[in-house]
């Protein structure tokens, strides 16, 4: 027989529900974020993949293969520990003196680098969906916009890419959904104003890990249902014809 004689104190949790709003619009704030820059970096790593010009290949290519093929805590971390230690060796071998400049190198703000690493992350994922969009696109809206006046780069913006962004759409709703669930990484790099991170805290103040970190996971839900819900009105608007 299993001897359980745990109590549950609900009305801490619930106490500390304004503290832990507070922390999921962190939370939400990262996530938009990163999806803002990542699609913009996505975007430009989908054409520089499909360059002519060897270079922009190679470095599309690279980055779409570290943020596809290595754990995202490992980009995180890399950019948290990672760049302040190479800005380090930099300054010892080329004689530069950071703290002179005013620049601490050996400290990354957690917010910045759990921001970094998540966009980071997106662009890789978001530059081959935005691939197989443009892909999807016929090659006769491009002519078709030329031969109406268009010039290549006016054509591009104005026709080719709100059919793009229509055919992954959806897509782009899950890397949402995923860039929010994400956003929890940030503990393991010291980040405590996100919703992760106020519940651990919230939770070595009281010890009272189950109903804490359960009130987190609705919370994560409501987020996730809310960036979906709100995918499926858009969708509605965007695909009623």
């Known amino acids: ?9 609900w009305n ?11 922390g999921a619009l962190v939370t939400l704030q990262i996530a938009v974020l990163s999806m803002i820059i990542g699609t913009v970096a996505g975007v430009l790593l989908a054409l520089a993949k499909e360059a002519r010009t060897a270079p922009l290949r190679w470095f599309a290519v690279c980055w779409i293969e570290a943020a596809r093929n290595t754990p995202a ?4 971390y890399m950019i948290y520990f ?9 300054g010892r071998q080329f004689g530069i003196d950071f703290r002179a400049m005013g620049i601490n190198v050996f400290y990354l703000d957690s917010y910045w680098a759990v921001l970094t690493g998540i966009a980071f992350n997106n662009a890789g994922y978001l530059a081959e969906t935005f691939r197989g969009g443009l892909r999807a696109v016929p090659g ?16 591009f913006r104005l026709i080719v890419l709100p059919q793009m962004f229509r055919a992954v759409f959806h897509p782009m ?27 651990q805290q919230l939770n070595a103040r009281t010890f009272r890990t189950f109903e804490f970190f359960a009130l987190a996971a609705v919370l994560y ?19 009623r014809y």
Not at 1 to 9: A, C, G
Not at 82 to 90: F, N, R, T, Y
Not at 222 to 237: E, P, Q
Request: glycine content about 8%; proline content about 2%; aromatic content about 12%.
């Open 173 to 199: 709703t899950n890397q949402m959904v995923w860039a929010i669930l994400m956003t929890s990484v940030g503990i393991f790099v010291g980040l405590n104003t996100d919703l992760t991170g106020v519940t």
């Open 73 to 76: 805590l490992f980009q995180v």
């Open 1 to 9: 027989m299993f001897n359980v004689n745990y109590t549950f104190h």
């Open 221 to 239: 839900y409501v987020l996730a249902k809310i960036v979906t819900g709100g995918a499926r009105l858009i969708a509605w608007r965007l695909f």
């Open 140 to 155: 006769t809206q491009m002519r078709a916009a030329r031969s109406l006046g268009f010039n290549a780069a006016g054509a």
């Open 12 to 22: 801490q949790a619930f106490r500390a529900l304004p503290q832990m709003l507070d």
């Open 82 to 90: 990672g760049i302040p230690a190479v800005l380090q060796l930099a």
